[in-house]
């Protein structure tokens, strides 16, 4: 058989997973010492525009191989009665191989089921000898799915029958192989990283994002998996906030709400007086000295009266109250309880943190006018623009108990902006600073979306 005389369609070699190098290497040995001992598959259509041409189906590699030595090699031809069955064909042998991964498992299936359901009501296109026998990884214990009224099952229905799984899971496979062969468009890395399960969170998010997200979006999260991100989820993060930061300049906020960029000392210099501070400021030992500027801050800015109200970590409590009562009384320490569970275990203690401090300093003050809870609910982990985002509830809770409309509310390190949108929805001022350019921007942006939402659902948020 001439190499010239064997056709390779991209339709067909783009449906087949690459051999590993080491699994080519091992190849290639093998058959540099033993010849081609299998023969290669080939279809021969009897119609169309390949009509009469050697297809190969089976043996892209073996044939590969035998291109560069030289070698001669066997085919076996296959019938098949359309383009179709032969990708089924390939699909399903492909699920013979060893050590597929989950994604490629299930992509495998997806693939079968979208091939299949295309052409399927012709009964002599789903014959027994069609069925997959390569199923012990299927999962044991599922119930099948009941055929519909008609009694003619679905296709995914029919795939189902030789597994353990039902249809309907069948059907999640395809809308993942849909998926992935969407990506596979854009990047066939990106494609290849996802079926070796190197994208952690493909199977689950990979469908639903690319149904929903815009069209322009997918490009840039498949960029940043090139790049190196681990999850789709992580990716489009990413290329959110950076779409936001380019949106910022263009951002005019209300004059209640002062956000400035740069380092709280000097950009905060003006601002006479403020009637109560709410902060989240660095935690970590070596930024221990932003709190005695804090400290010094809040004892110059703050009228008689007025309270500083700072999360805290647990690790540096002890001095960080220390370094505090310098400059102010020391009230109370209050409990924000993660109500949805632990976020974290603090590996330097072995400790499953629940709770977080929030520590409650007054200028000339050292009791509440009334009686007032010390434990503040966050009921959800909101992280999705910055790291250190705090939940906007709880942040609404401090600052209704800690001031009243109109009073002027600040925020040395505004990170995400959740202080200024609390003081947005309680009808309070709002001044602060955020000393990171990125971070600072997209604050900016997440307080003129809040406004937008804002206007459209009107004073108390219901449409």
Known sequence: MLFEDIVILDEIRDELFPLQDEEKRLLEESILKEGIREPLIVWIPQEGPY?????????????????????????TIKQFSDLEEVLSWVVRNQLGRRNLTDEQKRYLYGKLYNLQKKSYGDPNRFSASDQIDHMEDAPSGLQKETP??????????????????????????????????HVKKVSPTVAYKILNGEVKDALTTLPSFTKKAPEEVLPDVVKKIEEGEKSIKSALKKVVREKEIEEADKVVLPPVIDIRFGDFKEVLQDVEHVDVIITDPPYR?????????????????????????????????????SILSKYLDYVWVFCLYFNGGPTQIVGGVNVVCNWKPILVFGKNIKKFEKPTSDVVLSNRREKDLYDHQQNLDAVKQLVETFSKPGDIVCDPFVGSGTTAIACKLTNRQFVGAEINEETYKLAVVRLSKEQEQHDETGENGQA
């Open 51 to 75: 009509k009469g041409k050697k297809i190969l189906v089976d043996g892209h590699n073996r044939l590969d191989v035998a291109k560069r030595h030289n070698l001669k090699f066997k085919i």
């Open 285 to 321: 030992q070596e930024e221990i000295n932003s709190w005695d500027v804090l400290g010094e801050f809040a004892q110059e800015k703050l009228n008689d009266g007025g309270y500083l109200i700072a999360y805290s970590g647990q690790s540096h409590l002890f001095e960080v109250q």
């Open 148 to 181: 519909r009224e008609n009694n003619k099952p679905r296709t995914s229905d029919k795939i189902a029958e030789s597994t353990e799984y039902t249809g309907a899971t069948i059907r999640r496979y395809g809308a993942f192989a849909e998926a992935v062969d």
